[in-house]
């Protein structure tokens, strides 16, 4: 069918989805969800098919839709170009695991759920995904802003829905605060914008911006970063993030983590590239600096933070800041060599397809990792990872797909993480040989510190997998646990695949990318620079010389490691195959339990100690004392790792503005004479100023 | 045709008034309640058909225009929600023992003289007039406050009818200085001198320097009566204590109607000294509204007051709208009017419906109440989301207009703290209406499923606050434009 | 300038990495003995060790999962596929995009975060505290080798092995300038921590509770542990490879045909033997570091690697 | 009567209007305020009398006759009946000392002179001190509540300013139109009716002083 009707499909679906769970609700909850997910899941697949089309469709195609007027002051519209398209994809392919997911985990996991809580999810899930989509589609700033903010209501909606606890309430209550905040500076963004140009659709913005002079263009432009960066969880605005993503149900986690932050990414690329954009020349300098700055301290602060948590969801959600970090390095970079001089277009199209790429690889593996300590929690109900083990042995297929992702996010090849990394690799390197000077030396810095994150989320997900899935079960949960429902399996399989594809064969993939980088960058596109090599082989043009750069192709590799596993194979199988036996783990000679079991705290310990002045890590010992102080009876344990934005900007925040408005409010005496005298008193200087006044 | 309406619209409460004064039985009482609201809704409609269609009529010392019609909507309107909720509420409230059945008629007597002395205030042509009326509100909704008749309703109710009365009388004062002025260039005094459409004939050549004092007295008297800041002290009292309907209109009606008074006078000062002037004044007590509100907000146990602290950061945003002036805030202004006006009912409502299952305003001890009432919980939710300023509710269109227009004349120290005092009431709000809807339910809480009345009155608000959300109808947006019209001309 | 390498050739490359690298161990453990004063067991000691262990049977602990078993193949194949991407006996790229520098290190992140799994597998104290540890030190590592690898890469503008070998050209002493030297001296900081030897890690021991490598060794058994050991070795000497490569890619200028192709072993051959003599040294000469001092130890790596960017940028 | 006269008559009606406020603020006793504002309400009705007389305007006549009705004569008693009714203490408790209630008094009829100086001569305005001692007897009056404990003395401050704003209304525009005035007039009856009754509804339930209850705050 034809694309152009794509938009309306998707809002019939998703508005049929959030509607039919609301009334089937009062008959069978269970009904609902399962009509919301299914309307969820084609509303996603049509999404698709809308991105695909214009993705591939002829090139600069721009598929816009006016809507019905529903405000007299703004003309709202639909416009569908590369860069829309393209995070519609994104948002789209997680959504179809997420919607395949969704029912039986519910089911799995909240099994004594009320009607009315299952129609409140199955309507939230339907206008999240909505909203999501739509912002990418949207022509003006109304409808973005409209989605932006039904975004986070129904993200908050369905994170408090979890379960009647108050943890999520304020987990929710932070995240809605953040959100809002950076709403606000969007909105200041937008208006300053739309008020210059009279009308609220992006053309109309372009245009006014042409007219900006340099100062208010770069405030407007730090406006909505600040906006943006506050949504995309970045150091030190992330604090929201590891609290409200792991509390929202596991599928909906994969969706916030995997998907709604890249909305955020979305807006920054909007705005620097399209919106903000001078007319000619490349973008002030401080935008991509400082973009580059804060994605480096994202991508590092995240995994350390991350190391150290031993709640599955919460690690994961930490390592999201990681990963926005890391796609903004790619983007600070395509700020920093746009349209400079010589190799500068093609080294920025290496920059900005690195950071894209990186953008659907996370929405991948991320959503893989997130549906797997779903399974988890759903199977076993606890998200401390030391309560568990021994999984691999009770659910394989959920332990196999979540190895994959853990190899796909800590960058390792052959999967997709190490493509996005090794493009930003090249870009950074490329650029270090551009800008000699300090300039230099900083993306020298930022490649460094990339490396670490990588090395770190390594070492990070060997202890999320080893100590959740590996070893003895610790506690009766992780003892009984069974392996979870095959739709669930699905959804993970589908993420699993997309990781394998991209890892092996993505090359397919920068077709897809063509079309944004081109509108983007007016330059040329992906398929151009990265793959002139065929689809097989990524190549980057990084030296001005002209030679044809670094090479690398992931088929060969993956080939490679395949043919060389084979023949290891036969090798392993040594001389006497026969020869097998099972014995217990040695642990010189004692007999072994899940106590001899290395821990997540121990695991990560050494990191703790040469980290330490990140993380002030804080411990506690008690040691009860059997009558004599050399022999103890119990000694109790008890450390955790604060995170610095949190304890030191926003509890202080917090507390201060409560203490202040206390002592305010304590102020007041209810006397009816004071009452009197402030409306005196307010007479008194209002005459005088206005006698002032003349 | 108008013209007759003219005189009947503040005829109809008055006769329902004094028809329920024949009965005690409380259903009867109800239903006359409900159905006096519903004819004047209807009257008002055709009313505003006649002012669509023939443009503004005068009646002696009334006039109907595009402007008093804003208000006059949004009045009766919101009476009859009252009405609807007033069932179901009485019910309770009797069954608990709050209000006393021999005093139901009296007090439904009491609602609709309140409503209608409001109603004359809408219509009012003559500014003395305008003033009769409003002190007529001061003195019907003064009983009403303290209507519960124990020490806090009575301690509420003084504080109420003394510091607004004290406002009124500025803004009398304003009143006879402007009159002076205009007497001055009209032929002789008399009735006409006073009528604001005569006066807004000559306005121009109205001596500016005494019209300047009168409008600070008018300002300073009435904004007392609107609750701005720091004259708003009476208000968390009067709408924590009074009944939950009589809040309502309090809260959804009664300061609008002051705030019209202050436009009708911002209008005449404008032409006679300038719109900067007027807008300036309007401004600074807009901001000192929503600044003062803040530290209320947050740090309030009590969520009638903290409606209350709100509904006085609101009407501080309608004087922003008013102060940033142009076509733009003005139309955001009156917006935003009708909008905390539909909105901050339904929140007095929910409040109310939560206050009673759990017996107490405290709002640590409400709580879960999501467990509890899960259709009233969603409703007071979404009234704070859409007092808070989220779409897709009403109050962030309105809101959105008024940033507009304080962007669009660069007046951005006042944005900055606008927003930043919007944020961290947001928080505050949220912080507290989520502790009392998530959670466990307190022990105390009251599991009676809900009656229908209250939630059909709040559904009705609930719907327009959505509606006004996601759409502004043709035929409002050109009553708003007209509307506007008449204030920037 | 030196041509393309064919694909046999790299191939041919890879193979013998794999079986020298017993060869390289082995002959570090003689050159060690003899600076001990001891006689010491014969060079080719590490073959009789791998022949005996694929003669064995397998002992498998009870608690581990599926994935053991797979993990010594995987871990060889990472190994030896990073193999391929050293060029051993000519310089310049090969024929076909196999042979990126970031590429390599990232196999051999993989050969070790698989090693890591799986000495979690088992369970035991001991496997985790080995993985634990490693995991501690390589992400430490890794950006310090990827400083020295830009430092070269920069000045010709790509990762690719063979490219930079070629850029260095065969007058490579010559060309050497100060950043070369700090970045060489940043890399022969790191030898030991890649090759997991003294002081960072011990290989000789199994039981003190200061290995890393071995510990995580320590449940596989047979065939198995054959593979594992035969991985490290080969990881052992692409490391040393990656080293030439980078810094004395000495080789026959037009190595085409048997003669050019002989001379380039023994060229490369020769260059293994000095890193082998210094890795030897230091291992006689130093004592292991506390695993909270190998930060420290790291650190000077990495400011050196930093001076030598900054000299090469600036 | 000559026009010079009239001017001379209201000049002197304003000055005995502030003294009489000067005694309402002084005053120490209830009994005191009650008799000094029904005596400025006298005043008030004078002064309408002679402006009627002067500009021959009918409404001023009715005007005069409420004024003494209701405002010289009603409220007083009111309030006079209902200090002897419920034994409130008959002294009135000043927030802040009387003497300097008296200051700001000063400070008020100066703020307001120099007011309507800088407003330059209000047209229509019989005299130029018209304005200004209108606008000192409304701001003292509401002066006396915000600086007094007790229910009546607070109305009692109410009814001056009230005052205040009657003569202002007749001397500087010959008085509002006469619905106007009435519907004034009515309305203070109303409010005073109801603050009484309240005042003795909390007497009656509490034992105290309705204006002493601070209970909500905040």
């Not at chain 1, 076993?380 to 021994?390: F, I, S, W």
């Amino acid at each position: 069918m034809d694309v152009d009707s794509g938009p309306s499909l998707m809002a019939a679906c998703y508005g049929a989805g959030a509607l039919l769970s609301l009334l089937l609700a009062r008959w069978s909850g269970r009904l609902a969800l399962a009509v919301a997910h299914l309307a969820a899941l084609s509303g996603a697949v049509a999404g698709v098919g809308v991105s695909l089309g214009v993705l591939l469709g002829p090139p600069g195609r721009t598929l816009t839709q006016p809507l019905p007027v529903l405000f007299p002051f703004a003309r709202l519209s639909l416009s569908v170009d590369g860069l829309s398209a393209y995070f519609l994809l994104v948002i789209s392919l997680v959504a179809i695991a997420a919607a395949i997911y969704g029912p039986a985990y519910l089911r799995a996991h909240s099994p004594d759920a009320g009607s009315a809580r299952q129609a409140a999810q199955g309507l939230a899930l339907n206008v999240f995904l909505g909203c999501m989509a739509f912002l990418c589609c949207a022509g003006d700033a109304l409808t973005f802003l409209f989605c932006w903010e039904g975004m986070t209501l129904a993200s908050y909606v369905l994170v408090v829905s979890d379960d009647r606890d108050g943890e999520n309430a304020r987990a929710g209550l932070l995240y809605m605060v953040m959100a809002h905040g950076g709403t606000a500076l969007l909105l200041v963004a937008f208006l300053a914008l739309t008020e210059r140009a009279g009308a609220f659709d992006f053309a109309a913005l372009r245009a006014a911006a042409r007219a900006l002079d340099p100062a208010t263009r770069t405030t407007l432009f730090f406006l909505a970063l600040g906006g943006f960066a506050a949504k995309a969880g970045v150091v030190p605005f992330h604090v929201w993030l590891p609290r409200a993503h792991p509390a929202a149900p596991s599928h909906v986690s994969a969706l916030m983590s995997g998907v709604m932050l890249k909305v955020a990414i979305y807006g920054i690329l909007r705005f620097a590239f399209d919106l903000l954009a001078p007319v000619a020349g490349p973008l002030p300098f401080s935008w991509g600096w400082t973009v580059l700055f804060v994605g480096t301290t994202s991508a590092v602060l995240g995994v350390l933070y991350a190391l150290q948590q031993h709640d599955l969801k919460r690690l994961l959600a930490f390592h999201s800041v990681e990963n926005i970090g890391i796609i903004l390095i790619g983007v600070g970079l395509a700020m920093i060599l746009w349209r400079q001089d010589g190799a500068g277009g093609a080294l920025a199209t290496v920059a900005l397809t690195a950071a894209l790429l990186h953008t659907l690889n996370h929405a991948a593996f991320k959503g893989l990792l997130f549906l797997g300590a779903g399974s988890v929690l759903c199977r076993t109900h606890v998200r401390n990872m030391e309560e568990l083990g021994g999984l691999a042995r009770r659910m394989p297929w959920t332990a196999g797909l979540f190895l994959l992702g853990a190899v796909a996010i800590s960058a390792l090849p052959p999967l997709n993480g190490f493509v996005s990394e090794w493009l930003t690799f090249q870009a950074l390197l490329g650029s270090a040989t551009r800008f000699h000077g300090p300039a230099g030396l900083v993306i020298v810095f930022s490649a460094a510190m990339l490396a670490l994150t990588g090395g770190l989320a390594a070492a990070c997900f060997v202890k999320a997998f080893g100590v959740t899935f590996l070893g003895r079960p610790r506690t009766p949960h992780a003892e009984h646990a069974t392996e979870a429902p095959p739709s669930m399996i699905a959804g993970m399989v589908w993420l699993g695949a997309l990781c394998v594809a991209l890892g092996v064969a993505p090359g397919y993939a920068m077709r897809l990318l063509d079309a944004p980088t081109t509108n983007l960058l007016h330059g040329p596109g992906a398929s151009v620079v990265v793959t002139a090599r065929g689809p097989l082989v990524l190549s980057t043009a990084l030296t001005s010389s002209g030679t044809n750069g670094t090479a690398i192709s992931m088929t060969m590799v993956a080939a490679l490691l395949i043919a060389l596993a084979a023949i290891a194979w036969v090798l392993r199988r040594g001389w006497q195959p026969a020869k097998r036996r099972v014995a217990p783990t040695w642990t010189c000679g004692m007999r072994p339990t899940a106590r001899f079991d290395y821990t997540a705290t121990a695991f990560a310990k050494p990191l703790r100690l040469v980290f330490e002045a990140l993380y002030h890590p804080r411990r506690e010992v008690t040691r009860e004392t059997a009558g004599t102080p050399y022999v103890f009876r119990r000694i109790h344990y008890a450390g955790e790792v604060v995170d610095l934005a949190e304890t030191q900007i926003y509890h202080r925040v917090e507390r201060d503005i409560a203490a202040l408005s206390q002592a305010i409010r304590a102020k007041s005496t209810g006397r009816i004479y004071g009452y009197i005298g402030f409306v005196l008193g307010a007479l008194f200087v209002a005459l005088l100023l206005s006698g002032l006044g003349r | 045709m108008a013209e007759t309406l003219l005189w009947v619209l503040p005829l109809v409460p008055t006769v329902t008034a004094l028809v329920m004064l024949t009965t005690r039985d409380r259903r009867i009482l109800s239903a006359i309640d409900v159905g006096g609201s519903a004819i004047l809704l209807a009257l008002t409609l055709v009313l505003a058909r006649e002012v669509a269609q023939g443009g503004p009529r005068a009646l002696g010392v009334l006039r109907i225009d595009d402007l008093g019609l804003v208000f006059l909507l949004l009045l009766v309107v919101l009476t009859l929600a009252v009405s609807i909720y007033t069932v179901g509420w009485l019910e309770q409230a009797v069954a608990v023992g709050n209000m006393k059945p021999e005093l139901l008629r009296s007090y439904f007597a009491l609602v609709h003289a309140f409503v209608a002395t409001m109603v004359v205030t809408v219509l009012a042509d003559n500014l003395g007039v305008l003033w009769i009326a409003m002190e007529g509100t001061t003195i019907t909704s003064a009983v009403l406050i303290g209507y519960h008749g124990h020490h806090h309703g009575l301690e509420a109710a003084w504080k109420y009818i003394i510091v607004t009365t004290i406002g009124i009388s500025f803004g009398l004062f304003g009143t006879v200085l402007v009159y002076a002025a205009a007497a001055a260039v009209h032929v002789g005094a008399g009735a006409g001198a006073m009528s604001w459409s005569a006066i807004m004939k000559v306005a121009p050549t109205l001596d500016p320097g005494i019209v300047r004092i009168g409008f600070i007295f008018v300002m300073v008297g009435y904004g007392t009566k609107a609750g701005l800041a720091p004259m708003h002290l009476w208000l968390p009292d009067a709408h924590s204590q009074a009944p939950t309907p009589v809040s309502a209109l309090l809260s959804g009606v009664l300061i609008k109607c002051a705030l019209l008074g202050i436009i009708r006078f911002q209008t005449i000062a404008a032409a006679a000294c300038g719109p900067a002037f007027p807008a300036q004044v309007l401004l600074v007590f807009g901001l000192t509204s929503v600044v003062v509100a803040t530290p209320f907000i947050l740090a309030q146990h009590d969520i009638k007051r903290l409606l209350g602290y709100h509904s006085v950061e609101h009407v501080g945003i309608i004087a922003l709208g008013l102060g940033f002036g142009g076509a733009v805030g003005t139309y955001g202004a009156l917006l935003h009017v009708v909008n905390h006006g539909v909105t901050k009912a339904l929140a007095f409502f929910a409040a109310g419906k939560a206050i009673a299952r759990y017996g107490t305003r405290d709002m640590r001890v409400i709580r879960g109440l999501l467990a509890v009432a899960p259709i009233g919980a969603t409703l007071l939710m979404l009234a704070a989301l859409s007092l808070a300023g989220v779409p897709p509710f009403s109050i962030f269109v309105s809101e959105l207009m008024v940033l507009r227009a304080g962007i669009g004349y660069g007046h951005f120290v006042a944005i900055a703290i606008f927003l930043a005092m919007v944020v961290v009431i947001f928080a505050g709000l949220l912080h507290h209406v989520g502790a009392m809807v998530f959670g466990e339910p307190t022990a105390t809480a009251s599991r009676e499923p809900e009656s229908w009345s209250p939630l059909l009155g709040m559904m009705v608000l609930a719907a327009m606050m959505i509606l006004l959300g996601l759409t502004i109808p043709v035929s409002f947006d050109r009553l708003l434009r007209r509307a506007t019209e008449i204030i920037v001309d | 300038m030196t041509g393309e390498r064919p694909i046999e050739l790299v191939l041919l490359e890879m193979i013998l990495l794999m079986l020298l690298g017993p060869l390289a161990t082995g002959t570090i453990q003689k050159i060690k003995a003899r600076l001990q004063c001891r006689q010491g067991a014969g060079i080719l000691q590490p073959y009789r060790d791998l022949t005996k262990l694929f003669r064995k049977g397998t002992v498998q602990a009870d608690s581990a999962s599926g994935f053991f078993r797979s993990i010594p193949v995987l871990v060889l194949a990472a190994t030896v596929a990073a193999g391929a991407l050293v060029p051993v006996v000519r310089a310049g790229p090969p024929a076909f995009p196999l042979g990126d520098a970031v590429m390599l290190l990232g196999l051999l992140a993989l050969a070790r975060f698989l090693t890591a799994v799986g000495a979690l597998d088992a369970g035991g104290a001991f496997g985790g505290m080995g993985a634990s540890r490693e995991m501690t030190i390589a992400p430490l590592v890794e950006p310090v080798l990827m400083m020295v690898v830009f430092s070269t890469a920069i000045a010709a503008g790509t990762t690719e092995l063979g490219a930079l070998a070629a850029h260095r050209g065969t007058s490579w002493f010559l060309a050497w300038r100060a950043a070369d030297f700090l970045g060489f001296a940043a890399m022969l900081l790191l030898l030991p921590a890649e090759t997991g030897r003294i002081p960072v890690d011990n290989p000789d021991t199994h039981l003190e509770l200061t290995m890393l490598h071995e510990g995580m060794l320590l449940e596989h058994s047979g065939p198995g542990l054959g593979c594992m050991v035969l991985a490290s070795h080969t990881r052992q000497i692409v490391t040393l490879g990656l080293v030439s490569a980078l810094f004395f890619p000495v080789g026959p200028v037009e190595g085409a045909g048997a003669t050019g192709f002989l001379l380039g072993a023994a060229s490369f051959a020769s260059k293994i033997l000095v890193l082998a003599i210094y890795l030897a040294l230091v291992e006689s000469s130093y004592a292991k570091l506390r695993l909270f001092r190998v930060p420290q130890y790291l650190g000077v790596g990495f400011v050196c690697a930093l001076v030598a960017l900054a000299l090469r940028i600036l | 009567m000559s026009p010079e006269t009239v001017l001379m008559l209201i000049d002197d009606l304003g000055a005995l209007l502030l003294f009489t406020m000067i005694l309402i603020v002084a005053a120490g006793q209830i009994y005191r305020a009650i008799y000094a504002v029904a005596a400025q309400s006298l005043l008030i009705a004078i002064a309408g009398g002679v402006l009627a007389r002067a500009t021959g305007n009918r409404d001023l006549w009715v005007i005069a006759g409420v004024t003494l009705a209701v405002k010289a004569t009603l409220l007083p008693w009111v309030l006079h009946w209902v200090v002897r009714r419920m034994n409130v203490r008959r002294e009135v408790e000043p927030v802040i000392p009387i003497s300097a209630t008296l200051a700001l008094t000063v400070a008020i009829v100066v703020m307001s002179f120099q007011l309507s100086a800088s407003l330059g001569p209000v047209r229509q305005a019989i005299t130029g001190n018209a304005l200004p001692v209108g606008i000192a007897l409304t701001l003292t009056g509401v002066l006396v509540m915000a600086t007094r404990k007790t229910a009546l003395t607070q109305m009692v401050g109410l009814f001056a300013s009230e005052n205040g704003i009657f003569f202002t209304a007749m001397s500087v525009t010959e008085g509002m139109p006469l619905i106007i005035e009435i519907g004034v007039i009515l309305d203070v009856i109303l409010a005073a009716l109801v603050m009484t009754i309240m005042v003795l509804r909390v007497r009656s339930t509490v034992d105290a002083d309705i204006a002493d209850l601070d209970r909500l705050r905040g």
